[in-house]
């Protein structure tokens, strides 16, 4: 049986040293995970093994997360893409299929607006195309200051370069709160997105609300949305979690007929 270090590897990528697992065989699948997250994180949503038996399932650990630096001590999402390009090109991988889940989502829209003809299809779990307000009082919020020893303890588990890059991220999302350029996609922006994309969005999300997904389901053109009854940001583990990978795979496979724009 495979494990987590035998499928491990690090690309120097734009300037990082860039953590990645890679398993399988197929048409290339990429996973995104949340901020604060890994990629490891998706053996909770999804079962790896079993997408390795027809993807090439290639799943990083963004910059400045778990094993993958950040030098510069600077965290755009759309410098995230950039590195996810250049680790794909590193792979020889032209054009992917992708699941992103919130900071992996929005990356994921970057991904999809500055090289459309490379993301086939993809499925964007509790993105949004620009902060609203609700969302940027919440970052402020956040900070490294009155953290308890089991908060650090967690992080320490899945961050693995020091208690210098728990900190950074933690101070992140103030940073987020305070751009306007980074994430700031217009409808018209939107439509250039030729991938077929499936939104999947939790109805009573508190960063990012239920109109918000609905907005990108009218801006995108190839689009299907699935609001999650009664679920919250990142609805796609717990009781979610098998009909979410039933239905984001089906999408991916496109093997349902709904779509034909």
Not at 60 to 72: A, F, V
Not at 181 to 202: E, H, K
Request: with cysteine; charged share 25%.
């Amino acid at each position: 049986m495979e494990t987590a270090q035998d499928l491990g590897r690090t690309a120097s990528v734009n300037g990082i040293d860039m953590y990645y697992e890679l398993r399988g065989e197929g048409p290339p699948l990429v996973l995104l995970h949340g901020f604060t997250g890994v990629g490891a994180d998706w053996a909770h949503a999804l079962d790896l093994a079993e997408l390795g038996r027809d993807h090439r399932v290639i799943v990083p650990d963004l910059r400045g997360h778990g094993r993958s630096t950040n030098p510069s001590g600077s965290l755009t999402i759309r410098q995230c893409a950039l590195d996810v390009f250049a680790l794909l090109d590193h792979l020889g991988v032209k054009a992917f299929r992708a699941i992103g889940l919130s900071f992996g989502a929005k990356c994921l829209l970057h991904l999809a607006t500055q090289q459309p003809e490379r993301v086939e299809s993809m499925v964007l779990v509790s993105a949004t195309p620009y902060f609203p307000e609700q969302a940027r009082a919440i970052m402020r919020q956040v900070s490294d200051e009155g953290r308890s020893e089991a908060e650090w303890e967690e992080m320490r588990g899945r961050h693995k370069l020091g208690d210098a890059q728990i900190r950074a991220l933690w101070r992140q999302p103030r940073r987020f709160a305070d751009s306007h350029d980074d994430m700031n996609f217009t409808r018209p922006y939107l439509s250039t997105i030729t991938a077929r994309t499936m939104i999947v969005s939790g109805d009573r999300d508190p960063l990012y609300p239920a109109e918000i997904a609905l907005e990108m389901y009218r801006a995108i053109p190839r689009s299907c949305l699935w609001l999650v009854p009664n679920s919250g940001h990142a609805p796609v583990f717990g009781e979610w979690k098998e009909p979410f990978a039933r239905a984001a795979l089906t999408f991916l496979r496109g093997e349902q007929a709904a779509l034909h724009g």
